[in-house]
């Protein structure tokens, strides 16, 4: 290892993030009692314009009135982009009102790293202005050519960032990719046209010590096209992916979950190993291959990830 290590900033269970538009309060209901790891209310791109205000005072009353936490939630809040001008109110009246019932803000569109130390520099008023002892966090969205141009920078913010999410729908209309769905992949491209993005995504991720999710899949009425991206993105490093329909919540569950039979693999890795340290060896094999401190790294990714899963 280089003396340079940044460890994982704040670990969190986030294999299936739930879109909920917050101008719908049944839906609210509904998604806290679902089986999504991660709940986001949303302010931003879900809501017209003449929804916004009361959608925020939705999302409020919703953080107040329901306990996520016991529900074994992560909740969080979609504000408004820096360019609107909704986007100070929601910092200020979500912040204060229920900033010790929300456990992250999840800030659009970010593309340089002043658009989260603008607010960073808020939330950190508000808290301490109210006495909070709670912190909340921040998570962005690369959506833009823009901020996937700054990406790495924008990991490196430190402060509050815990994860960055790719945007996909809004990174395609940004980079006038040449498709009007959402996420889906383009017949013409030989391969997975947003590989490279996502792949660049969460290198910047993993060597800041961040989470990496990936975004929505728009076409709820295809389980199998939403596994095959989420398992790509899992095949990449992501740990979980968004749902906009609650139908793909358990597709996500499934896919960023590690199958009985990894995790079993997993811990015969160790077992191996430990029995070749006993005898002075560094690797040892397992079935016909080669293991050694490298396999041992990536078998406590999956025990980690089982043992969290096992807790929620
Ligand atoms: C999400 O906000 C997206 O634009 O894909
Ligand atoms: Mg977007």
Same mark, same amino acid.
């Given at each position: 290892?280089?003396?340079?290590?940044?460890?994982?900033?704040?670990?969190?269970?986030?294999?299936?993030?739930?879109?909920?538009?917050?101008?719908?309060?049944?839906?609210?209901?509904?998604?806290?009692?679902?089986?999504?790891?991660?709940?986001?209310?949303?302010?931003?791109?879900?809501?017209?314009?003449?929804?916004?205000?009361?959608?925020?005072?939705?999302?409020?009353?919703?953080?107040?009135?329901?306990?996520?936490?016991?529900?074994?939630?992560?909740?969080?809040?979609?504000?408004?982009?820096?360019?609107?001008?909704?986007?100070?109110?929601?910092?200020?009246?979500?912040?204060?009102?229920?900033?010790?019932?929300?456990?992250?803000?999840?800030?659009?569109?970010?593309?340089?790293?002043?658009?989260?130390?603008?607010?960073?520099?808020?939330?950190?008023?508000?808290?301490?202005?109210?006495?909070?002892?709670?912190?909340?966090?921040?998570?962005?969205?690369?959506?833009?050519?823009?901020?996937?141009?700054?990406?790495?920078?924008?990991?490196?913010?430190?402060?509050?960032?815990?994860?960055?999410?790719?945007?996909?729908?809004?990174?395609?209309?940004?980079?006038?990719?040449?498709?009007?769905?959402?996420?889906?992949?383009?017949?013409?491209?030989?391969?997975?046209?947003?590989?490279?993005?996502?792949?660049?995504?969460?290198?910047?991720?993993?060597?800041?010590?961040?989470?990496? !999710?990936?975004?929505?899949?728009?076409? *709820? $009425?295809? %389980? &199998?096209?939403?596994?095959?991206? @989420? /398992? #790509?993105?899992?095949?990449?490093?992501?740990?979980?992916?968004?749902?906009?329909?609650?139908?793909? !919540?358990?597709?996500?569950?499934?896919? *960023? $979950?590690? %199958? &009985?039979?990894?995790?079993?693999? @997993? /811990? #015969?890795?160790?077992?191996?190993?430990?029995?070749?340290?006993?005898?002075?060896?560094?690797?040892?094999?397992?079935?016909?291959?080669?293991?050694?401190?490298?396999? &041992?790294?990536?078998?406590?990714?999956?025990?980690?990830?089982?043992?969290?899963?096992?807790?929620?």
């Amino acid at each position: 290892m280089s003396h340079t290590l940044h460890p994982m900033r704040k670990a969190r269970l986030q294999r299936s993030e739930l879109a909920v538009p917050a101008s719908n309060p049944a839906m609210i209901d509904k998604a806290a009692d679902g089986p999504a790891d991660y709940v986001f209310l949303d302010l931003e791109d879900a809501i017209a314009p003449s929804e916004k205000v009361q959608a925020r005072k939705n999302a409020i009353q919703a953080l107040n009135d329901i306990d996520w936490r016991a529900k074994g939630k992560t909740v969080s809040v979609r504000i408004n982009g820096l360019d609107t001008h909704y986007m100070y109110r929601d910092v200020v009246d979500v912040m204060e009102q229920a900033g010790d019932k929300v456990d992250t803000l999840l800030v659009p569109k970010v593309a340089v790293t002043g658009d989260l130390y603008m607010v960073e520099a808020m939330v950190n008023q508000i808290e301490q202005a109210k006495g909070f002892t709670t912190r909340v966090g921040l998570e962005a969205l690369i959506e833009t050519a823009l901020g996937m141009a700054n990406v790495e920078a924008i990991a490196q913010f430190g402060g509050r960032l815990e994860a960055l999410h790719f945007g996909v729908a809004d990174f395609a209309a940004s980079m006038r990719a040449r498709t009007t769905n959402i996420g889906g992949l383009n017949p013409h491209y030989p391969g997975d046209q947003w590989h490279a993005s996502i792949s660049r995504m969460v290198v910047a991720c993993r060597a800041y010590g961040l989470r990496a !999710i990936d975004g929505p899949f728009g076409d *709820f $009425s295809d %389980p &199998e096209g939403y596994k095959d991206g @989420a /398992r #790509r993105a899992a095949a990449l490093g992501c740990e979980g992916k968004w749902a906009i329909h609650p139908s793909q !919540i358990a597709l996500a569950n499934e896919v *960023f $979950s590690p %199958p &009985e039979a990894e995790v079993t693999r @997993a /811990r #015969r890795i160790i077992e191996e190993l430990r029995k070749a340290e006993a005898q002075g060896k560094g690797a040892a094999q397992l079935d016909g291959r080669m293991i050694d401190a490298a396999s &041992e790294r990536m078998a406590m990714n999956v025990l980690v990830l089982a043992d969290a899963i096992a807790a929620k």
